[in-house]
């Protein structure tokens, strides 16, 4: 009985580590979002761009170093 009980502690606290992590790359995508409606150098918003959809194949396959890697060049760009 505690086999079980334990094993799905454990598979529940897994789920919720591992989403905050996502929750971050994806609130860093939103804020870069907003600079990039404001911004009005085409060039850095065109590159932005290709880091942030890079950003988000990355949070489709699960890969949250590789998103925030992504997210965070695309903010350092808007800069």
């Known amino acids: 009985?505690?086999?079980k009980m334990g094993l799905a502690f454990c598979v529940a606290l897994g789920i919720f580590a591992a989403?905050?992590?996502f929750a971050d790359c994806a609130s860093t995508?939103?804020?870069n979002d907003?600079?990039?409606m404001k911004s009005t150098d085409m060039a850095k918003k065109e590159s932005a761009m290709k880091e942030e959809n890079m950003a988000k194949d990355m949070m489709d396959k699960k890969d949250e170093a590789?998103?925030?890697m992504h997210a965070d060049?695309?903010?350092e760009?808007?800069?």
């Open 66 to 68: 590789g998103c925030m």
């Open 77 to 79: 760009m808007m800069k």
């Open 34 to 36: 907003a600079m990039m």
């Open 19 to 21: 989403t905050p992590a």
């Open 29 to 31: 995508m939103k804020s």
């Open 73 to 75: 060049k695309a903010m």
């Open 1 to 3: 009985m505690f086999g």
